[in-house]
Structures are given as C-alpha cells and as structure tokens.
T-cell receptor, first 113, second 111 residues
Framework: NAGVTQTPKFRVLKTGQSMTLLCAQDMNHEYMYWYRQDPGMGLRLIHYSVGEGTTAKGEVPDGYNVSRLKKQNFLLGLESAAPSQTSVYFC????????????FGSGTRLTVV | GENVEQHPSTLSVQEGDSAVIKCTYSDSASNYFPWYKQELGKGPQLIIDIRSNVGEKKDQRIAVTLNKTAKHFSLHITETQPEDSAVYFCAANQAGTALIFGKGTTLSVSS
C-alpha cells in the first residue's frame, strides 16, 4: 500500500519553463490537495479537488493550474515557472473533506533559476 | 477565511521535559483541529486531532486541548525524547474547503 506518491522528487527549472507535478493515491480517497511549503510560511493551500473532474482554488493559486481527470491522480501544472515558485510541494488526500486527517506525500522539491 | 496563528516558532527543551505549542484560529465555524509532525525530508504525518465537541484528547505522551470560546488549541508533549525533535503544525478546517495550517514550530529535544 503506497499511500500518496509524488513524482518527481526533485526538479530544477529555468525561468519560463513549464512542468507538471504528479500526485497519485491508492486509497480511493475522494479529496485531494496541493500545498506549498516555504521557510517560515508553513503549508499554504494552492488548489484542491473534491472529486474526479472537480478543482477549486486555495490560498495561493496564481501561477498554477490543476487537473483531476482520474480519481486517483491530481496534477499540478506550472505553465511559466518563476523564481517565486521555488518551494517544496506536498500533495495530500483524504477520505472525507476537512474533518478527517490527511495523508501526505513525501514532497517535490522544485527550484526555479 | 480561516487564519491560524501558531506559537512559538522554535522551542528547545531538555529530554524528559514537557513541551507546549499553542495555536489560535479565527473562524468560529471551524470544528476540526489536527496536529501534524514533520521529520526532515518527509511529508507531515497526523499525530493527533480533536473535534469541537470535546475539550481534551490524549494519546500516550501527547495531548491536545481545545477552548472554543477563546478559539485556541494546544499540543502538549510530556516526557520528551530526542525522537520528538521535528517540525509540528497545527491546522483548522476552513468551512467547505480544506485545512488551513499554522506556520509551524521547530521542536528540539536535547539529551
């Protein structure tokens, strides 16, 4: 049972390049979330999904897009990377929204130069 | 929306001492308050949570208390051990969306 798997684990991008971060969960969870973690800023919600085919904006959505075409996968896209998007990105999933604990992935460390 | 404040940002204790981390929240509609532990290079892991219908919950050496009137909740770790060293995050649910996290507390336990 893998839980939540994030790929890639590390990536270096040049300013203006695009990339997609993949999150996959095998727990049949309905809800999935993308957070970014920056020093001294905690975990900030980027986007979330309440089910297959649905997405919604979180606290810091600008510069990111997401898609949930399959229940088990939640993709985070950066169309034109900026140095301000240098961060550690965490995906999480939960069975029921909000009132139950999340299972987090191990993170993707992204550096934009 | 919900805003969660967490204090202190860093906490150093001696092995065997107790550690307390405090959080406040702004949205009176919040009713779920989890705590996560994050070890270096890993994702956060849920260690304990509390819902608004109870005031205290314990699990071995860790406990969480909730004061809904004052809108604050706290994590208590007793008999700290070096393996308790990590970053701890509190969170509160924002109605209809997702968990909003505090900025984290780095706990260092020295032996």
């Amino acid at each position: 049972n893998a839980g939540v798997t994030q790929t890639p684990k590390f990536r270096v991008l040049k300013t203006g390049q695009s990339m997609t971060l993949l999150c996959a969960q095998d727990m049949n969870h309905e809800y999935m979330y993308w957070y970014r973690q920056d020093p001294g800023m905690g975990l900030r919600l980027i986007h979330y999904s309440v089910g297959e085919g649905t997405t919604a904006k979180g606290e810091v959505p600008d510069g990111y897009n997401v898609s949930r075409l399959k229940k088990q996968n939640f993709l985070l896209g950066l169309e034109s990377a900026a140095p301000s998007q240098t961060s550690v990105y965490f995906c999480a999933s939960s069975h029921l929204m909000v009132n139950y604990g999340y299972t987090f992935g191990s993170g993707t460390r992204l550096t934009v130069v | 929306g919900e805003n969660v404040e967490q204090h202190p940002s860093t906490l150093s204790v001696q092995e065997g001492d107790s550690a307390v981390i405090k959080c406040t929240y702004s949205d009176s509609a919040s009713n779920y308050f989890p705590w996560y532990k994050q070890e270096l290079g890993k994702g956060p892991q849920l260690i304990i949570d509390i819902r608004s219908n109870v005031g205290e919950k314990k699990d071995q050496r860790i406990a969480v208390t909730l004061n809904k009137t004052a809108k604050h909740f706290s994590l208590h770790i007793t008999e700290t051990q070096p393996e308790d060293s990590a970053v701890y995050f509190c969170a509160a649910n924002q109605a209809g969306t997702a968990l909003i996290f505090g900025k984290g507390t780095t706990l260092s336990v020295s032996s």
